[in-house]
């Protein structure tokens, strides 16, 4: 198959044979794998008509499928006319090249795909950025295989001095100018994301941050809508969403949080790819609070929370508080269904994004996380800090008033969470007479019973 072909990975409009291997240790039904390899194709653009499967132990190492299997899959391409082939699998580029030249076909594997789709789709500077470097990681090693213009191209013409020898090969010359553009691209990106940390942190510092993660069409830019003012792009697609979007959640009571909406995750999600997203991940990797979004009706929903859980240790997003969402729930049709969720999940949160049914109990679940737990307590700062003032007025319940001297003194009930809060803005605070960062670990470690008995100073103001 000639480089022409090669350079024209995109499979719009294309008519497209997919193609899945059951190999040792799969456990995914062939059923569920081809369903998404068809979404991911239908994404893309291409339409399907053919589907070839093989069951071996493991795939051959020239041409992936057994001899047999080649000359059928050829067949059927022929047979169907279609112009693309599709994995669902990684192959080697040796693999790639000789089935390309055994079908007369363009093959295309999983992570192909998958850039394919996120090319077509990257719309902010930062994104396009982050495609072609995940393109060129995945194009470099496989240079040698995938073009047949490799030849001798330069030197050993006898046309002066210094033009004589060996020559230079085609490969290292695309060797080189990939290199170049690697650099200059990661260059671009590295100051970008320098702008992306200084926001996420000062974000942080402002607000309790929550971040929407889950498996790709699971609902979450629909329920990021529901819960704000909007704006995300919901579509019943794969990938619909490639950068984060971030909007202000209203909570009720004065309090509220930034809301995250990121790109959703997927089996086998290629490792170049989560590599170059790691700024748009850094959303998610620091949020306080994640709302993981499953898709209740998806038959294949519970290898779809694994494949998040396992994302999010991969991303280094492990640690923070997690409440998990079953979305789509309306879409249930045996109400057993539902108790089998509750059976295994007994505190995940049942919604629908599109009827609007458990919105309110799931807010009110944000809303416990962004306060924390509640205390009254007497808090005194200094007057002068307008900032933390202005959040105790507006974020807590303020019970009493009082100021003496260059001091003011509150008597509040204000969660844990919203006491870091007050501390980001001004450090010098005190907690019932003791200093905040010495005293809130010890009075929040405690129920409301040890403390109303302990001898701690009394919530009162300091005479």
Not at 356 to 371: A, N, P, R, W
Request: with cysteine.
């Amino acid at each position: 198959m000639g480089h022409e072909q090669r350079e024209d990975l995109n499979v719009v409009a294309e008519r497209a044979v997919l193609v899945a291997m059951t190999l040792r240790g799969e456990c995914i039904p062939l059923e569920d794998r081809f369903d998404e390899l068809c979404a991911l194709t239908e994404s893309a653009g291409g339409v399907v008509v053919g589907q070839l499967t093989q069951k071996r132990r493991l795939p051959s190492g020239r041409t992936f499928l057994g001899r047999g299997k080649v000359t059928q899959l050829k067949d059927l391409a022929e047979s169907v006319d279609a112009s693309v082939i599709i994995f669902d699998h990684d192959m080697t580029p040796a693999q790639i090249r000789n089935l390309e030249e055994a079908t007369n076909r363009k093959i295309i594997d999983r992570s192909e795909l998958i850039l394919d789709i996120f090319s077509s789709r990257a719309s902010t500077t930062e994104a396009k950025l982050q495609v072609e470097i995940a393109q060129l990681e995945y194009t470099y090693p496989r240079l040698r295989a995938m073009w047949d213009h490799l030849g001798q191209v330069t030197g050993g013409a006898p046309v002066g001095i210094g033009t004589r020898g060996p020559g230079e090969q085609q490969i290292e010359i695309d060797r080189r100018l990939v290199q170049r553009r690697q650099k200059q691209l990661r260059r671009e990106l590295e100051e970008i994301q320098k702008r992306s940390v200084r926001e996420v942190e000062k974000r942080n510092s402002d607000y309790f941050t929550v971040g929407l993660v889950g498996y790709t069409n699971a609902g979450k830019s629909t329920l990021f809508n529901t819960l704000t003012s909007g704006g995300a792009w919901a579509h019943d697609q794969l990938f619909a969403t490639l950068s984060t979007r971030v909007e202000r959640l209203e909570l009720g009571g004065g309090t509220n949080a930034m809301l995250s909406d990121t790109v959703g995750f997927i089996r086998r999600l290629p490792h170049h790819l989560v590599a170059s997203f790691r700024s748009t991940l850094e959303e998610t990797i620091q949020c306080q609070l994640l709302l993981i979004v499953l898709d209740a009706s998806d038959s294949n929903a519970m290898s779809q929370l694994e494949t998040v859980e396992n994302t999010l240790v991969e991303i280094g997003a492990e640690h923070q508080a997690r409440l998990l969402v079953l979305n789509k729930i309306d879409l249930l049709e045996n109400p057993s269904d539902r108790l089998v969720w509750v059976s295994r999940y007994p505190d995940a949160i049942q919604i629908s994004s599109s009827t609007g049914e458990g919105i309110e109990t799931l807010i009110s679940e944000v809303q416990v996380h962004v306060i924390g737990d509640v205390r009254e307590v007497v808090l005194s700062l200094p007057s002068s800090a307008s900032k933390a003032v202005d959040f105790i007025e507006k974020r807590t319940e303020v019970l009493h008033r009082d100021w003496k001297d260059d001091r003011s003194f509150f008597t509040v009930r204000i969660g844990r969470n919203q006491i870091e809060q007050v501390l980001s803005r001004e450090r010098d605070v005190q907690i019932d007479g003791c200093q905040a960062k010495d005293f809130i670990e010890e009075l929040w470690s405690m129920d409301t019973k040890e403390c109303e008995s302990c001898q701690l100073p009394p919530h009162r103001f300091q005479e």
